[in-house]
């Protein structure tokens, strides 16, 4: 399993960017992609998250400016990023959740970096 992410970059405040993270060598049902940021000397945290039929769930400091959105027929999600701020820079890493049976297994991408100039 593979995943490769794209679309980061340096933008100024009120920007906007959209990170792509398209999964390879899947060969089970994906349950569940999403991106996660860490910003410098910080844990990592969740930015949003969506299931395969679509429910989303999104930190409360971006609800309103992301959108997160997936082709689950490509493996693909995405995530629009509007109106960015400062606090949104850092590393941002997607992932994919895939059941096999009754085992949950995840994968991580190898992160994209967004740096936000005020």
């Known amino acids: 399993v593979q995943l490769q992410a794209s679309g980061g970059g340096l933008v100024q405040a009120g920007g906007s960017l959209r990170l792509s993270c398209a999964a390879s060598?899947?060969?089970?049902?994906?349950?569940?992609m999403g991106w996660y940021r860490q910003a410098p000397g910080k844990q990592r945290d969740l930015v949003a998250a969506i299931t395969r039929g679509g429910t989303t769930t999104y930190a409360d400091s971006v609800k309103d400016r992301f959108t997160i959105s997936r082709d689950n027929t490509a493996n693909t999600v995405y995530l629009k990023m509007n109106d960015l701020k400062s606090e949104d820079t850092g590393v941002y890493f997607c992932y994919v959740g895939i059941v096999v049976g009754l085992e949950y297994s995840e994968y991580w991408g190898q992160g994209t970096q967004v740096t936000v100039s005020s």
């Open positions: 060598g899947i060969m089970f049902s994906i349950v569940g």
